[in-house]
């Protein structure tokens, strides 16, 4: 009778809630979602999925641990959580940070319903954020330039060589940080960016315009075994951007290649495949074109020490 009561301020019958949990494959194991991430990670892991993707779940999933607690169980985890958890424990954030939230939340809930451990995904209901297009963030070939000889004034090998790869071959900054020196092939002019360490687990290989090799030459001989920089990349990139006195914003090396390609004559499957881009060619070009003048696109791949 209790039950019989809870159901009916919901408007539903009996008959219609047993019918829910049928449907829904409702199991009874119900499992912790500390348990649920393990088993989500351990998953992952055997098909394969890559560092970048692994760091971002690891981040996002902690973040879900921390506020519903540790001894919460996936099923009884609800849409009116989820949603206090992106729109107000993270109100903070930009609109773009909430659809990346819930597209991870999804995927991990998907996961758990494809596996038996939650009857549905809660996420769905959720309505996603509108984000408004803005051009993308790109810096002056001049501001580049000076990036560059900064680094290489003050011998920084290995930070030029990732300015280098992202500026003018499209390789996400991450990527690089993951490669080896021998992944650089100085006779072929070209940079391999191996599936283990590709964001897609697309391989790459691409060619080094001839103004990159001139950068990468004036550095031939600081090279060490193995790879080109330690985990501490981030914070040596920072210095070296802080102590150059540029203006920089997250991302705008890379959104810059893309610009001053499309703006000096390369084509559009030449853009997206350098960058190993998952999305829509359409969308690259939509967001990327017009962004730059021909003049600077030409000036971008003419930056020489």
């Given amino acids: 009778m209790f039950s019989l009561e809870r159901v009916d301020t919901f408007g539903v019958s009996l008959h219609e809630v047993v019918e829910f949990y049928r449907l829904h494959g409702a199991k009874k194991t119900n499992p912790l ?116 000889h900064h680094c290489l004034t003050m011998g920084w090998a290995e930070r030029l060589t990732l300015f280098v790869l992202v500026g003018f071959c499209g390789v996400r900054i991450e990527e690089a940080s993951k490669l080896k020196w021998s992944d650089i092939n100085f006779e072929n002019k070209t940079v391999l960016v191996p599936a283990e360490v590709a964001k897609r687990h697309g391989f790459r290989m691409n060619k080094i315009p001839s103004n990159g090799m001139t950068w990468l030459e ?21 210095s070296a951007i802080s102590s150059s006195k540029i203006g920089y914003k997250k991302n705008c090396v890379r959104h810059s290649f893309c610009s001053y390609a499309l703006a000096s004559g390369w084509s559009l499957a030449d853009v997206v495949a350098y960058m190993g881009h998952g999305g829509s060619p359409t969308m690259v070009f939509s967001h990327y074109r017009n962004v730059v003048s021909e003049e600077d696109g030409k000036r971008w791949f003419n930056i020489v020490p």
């Avoid at 351990?42 to 890559?50: A, P, S, Y």
């Avoid at 540790?70 to 206090?84: E, N, R, S």
């Avoid at 004036?218 to 920072?238: F, P, Q, Y």
Wanted: proline letters at 4%; glycine letters at 6%.
């Fill in 33 to 148: 979602l500390t348990d649920s991430i393990r088993l989500f990670f351990e998953h992952k892991k055997l098909i394969g999925r890559g560092h970048n993707y692994f760091d971002r779940m690891t981040v996002v999933l902690r973040q879900l641990t921390e506020y519903v607690g540790d001894k919460a169980k996936v099923g009884d985890i609800t849409t009116d959580q989820l949603q206090k958890f992106v729109y107000v424990e993270h109100g903070h954030t930009s609109n773009v940070t909430k659809v990346n939230l819930l597209t991870h939340l999804s995927v991990f809930f998907n996961f758990c319903t494809r596996h038996d451990l939650s009857s549905f995904n809660p996420v769905k209901k959720i309505e996603r954020p509108s984000v408004k297009f803005s051009p993308p963030h790109v810096i002056r070939p001049e501001t580049f330039s000076t990036l560059l």
């Fill in 218 to 238: 004036a550095v031939r001989d600081h090279r060490r075994s193995g790879r080109i920089i330690g985990d501490n990349w981030k914070t040596l990139v920072r």
